[in-house]
Antibody
């Protein structure tokens, strides 16, 4: 079965770039879309964006200018970069498999999730 | 963006109770509505997709209904392991958006 594992620094300084990687095991990243979601402490869920291995991406306009999502098929990984971070970017960051079809604009949710990784923005 | 309004924000219930959580969207989304369960310190788990389809392995006491802008998730007979946070999410149009969550607590 497909498993996802996030990795990256747990502490990032303000104004720097947050970088996370999601490693997919038990399946190929070429078969699906892949999303990033975050959850600030004690708050709800916010979708950051998704990527298809072809390079097709879609990002939340609220973060668009600061977000880069990329995929590396050779490593079966996809990554998130969030620039110019502030304390408001402190959150648990999750990667997830997105059921969106390549041929449709809609999907059926995020059906496999990583365990999440906590990122704290602080000097 | 499609706004999601979930209610109630929290509820207290007893084991064996029937519980219903509502999600309303700011525009019609057909049946592209999903429900997640999240326990403390854990990732969300997809329970229901396409408004009423149970994800594989999810107990049949969970059910979903609705279309357009109004949706519900019902837990027929609440079990101890069901006490958690529940979120709705629309996957009709990006950006995907989530409801603010409903905390189901033990009475």
């Amino acid at each position: 079965q497909v498993q996802l594992q996030e990795s990256g620094p747990g502490l990032v300084k303000p104004s720097e770039t947050l970088s996370l990687t999601c490693t997919v095991s038990g399946g190929s990243i070429t078969n699906h879309y892949w999303s990033w979601v975050r959850q600030p402490p004690g708050k709800g869920l916010e979708w950051i964006g998704y990527i298809h291995y072809t390079g097709n991406t879609n990002k939340n306009p609220s973060l668009n200018s600061r977000v880069i999502i990329s995929a590396d098929t050779s490593k079966n990984q996809f990554s998130l970069k969030l620039s110019s971070v502030t304390a408001a970017d402190t959150a648990v960051y999750y990667c997830a498999r997105d059921t969106k079809s390549y041929y449709e604009s809609s999907g059926d949710g995020l059906d496999v999730w990583g365990q999440g990784t906590t990122v704290i923005v602080s000097s | 963006d499609i706004q999601m309004t979930q209610s109630p924000s929290s509820l207290s219930a007893s084991v064996g109770d029937r519980v219903t959580i509502t999600c309303r969207t700011s525009q019609t989304i057909s049946r592209y509505l999903n429900w997640y369960q999240q326990k403390p310190g854990k990732a969300p788990k997809l329970l229901i997709y396409a408004a009423s389809t149970l994800q594989s392995g999810v107990p049949s006491r969970f059910s979903g209904s609705g279309s357009g802008t109004d949706f519900n998730i019902t837990i027929r007979s609440l079990q101890p392991e069901d006490f958690a946070n529940y979120y709705c999410q629309q996957s009709y149009h990006t950006p995907w958006t989530f409801g603010q969550g409903t905390k189901v607590e033990i009475k």
